[in-house]
């Protein structure tokens, strides 16, 4: 390891910078190393599942703790958002080790924010599949025997009510939202939802995702969710009424949902389940960057 440098050393800059260099590699090898270990410690993890007869790869909850304790603990000139690449990087490769699986993406408004948003969050082993619409999407993960989908959550009015498509008991859900470090520089910045088939543990329910079907717009719905912290995330017409999607806050309950509603004058609304994710980790959050 090269010694401190203190205004009375004499150094010899050559000298220093092969001592620098040294230090270096001995930081990649040994990063390396655990690279492998941890490698080694996914084997054995594989062995005990099958031994309990499997079980989903992804864990969202889990994921979603790596995340904000390494975003609590980085400090340094290394940008925080490579250091949240390469993590993410290392948990969608390993869990692809565990179990292959594809990644099915909405291109329908264009390619380069979802190829960026994808590759971002897991790489490039794990194969990226291209699709038209979320609906395709989520009808390529409901079909798979493990893949993930992820569609945009501002899809707009031409993408239509997608969210319906998962309301069904065995249909996939979302459960997660990326990026879920927020910051207004982020490199895969685009809101998007990552959907999977049903999670029988290890779902993340900060937030809760719900499809509202109304017989018709009220002027008072959005005071109404607000009083709750629920927000609008998609509105589209239907054969049966006026689709919403929306998200809660995991403390409240889909009968404070009704309610709310009811107050704005829905007196039926139906309300179905679709997914939950992580509450997302804001960046201002994060001191001494």
Same mark, same amino acid.
């Not at 054995?44 to 609590?72: C, N, T, W």
């Not at 909405?106 to 038209?132: E, K, L, N």
């Given at each position: ?13 050559? &000298?220093?910078?092969?001592? +620098? ?18 490698? /080694? ?10 031994? /309990? ?14 995340? *904000?304790? !390494?975003? /609590?603990?980085?400090?340094? +000139?290394?940008?925080?958002? &490579?250091?949240?690449? =390469?993590? *993410? ?5 390993? &869990? @692809? ?40 999407? =989520? ?13 945009? !959550? ?78 609008? $995330? ?17 403390? /409240? ?7 709310? $509603? ?18 997302? @980790? ?8």
């Amino acid at each position: 390891m090269s010694k401190p440098v203190t205004p009375e050393t004499e150094i010899d800059p050559v &000298t220093f910078l092969n001592e +620098l260099r040294v230090d270096i590699d001995r930081i990649d090898s040994s990063m390396h190393q655990l690279l492998m270990e941890r490698s /080694q410690i996914i084997d054995r993890l594989i062995a005990v599942k099958a031994k /309990q007869g499997g079980g989903s790869a992804f864990r969202p909850g889990r994921e979603a703790d790596m995340m *904000r304790r !390494i975003a /609590q603990r980085h400090k340094g +000139l290394l940008p925080l958002e &490579t250091v949240e690449g =390469i993590w *993410r990087i290392i948990i969608a490769t390993f &869990t @692809y080790v565990q179990a292959n699986y594809s990644v099915h993406a909405d291109i329908a408004s264009g390619d380069a924010s979802m190829r960026d948003s994808v590759r971002f969050h897991f790489g490039f082993t794990v194969p990226f599949i291209q699709h038209q619409g979320p609906q395709a999407v =989520i009808e390529a993960v409901a079909k798979s025997s493990g893949d993930l989908g992820m569609v945009r !959550i501002e899809g707009g009015l031409s993408a239509g009510a997608w969210w319906r498509k998962l309301t069904a008991a065995n249909a996939p859900k979302i459960i997660a939202r990326v990026p879920f470090i927020e910051r207004p520089d982020h490199p895969a910045g685009m809101p998007v939802f990552v959907i999977s088939l049903p999670l029988a543990e290890a779902a993340a329910r900060d937030v809760m995702i719900y499809s509202i079907t109304l017989d018709r717009w009220h002027e008072a719905i959005p005071a109404q969710l607000g009083r709750l912290k629920a927000e609008i $995330l998609g509105n589209a017409a239907t054969d049966v009424g006026l689709s919403l999607l929306v998200s809660l806050p995991g403390a /409240q309950t889909a009968q404070e949902l009704e309610q709310a $509603l009811h107050h704005a004058g829905s007196a039926r609304a139906r309300i179905e389940l679709v997914g939950s994710h992580a509450a997302r @980790y804001d960046h201002s959050q994060i001191t001494d960057q």
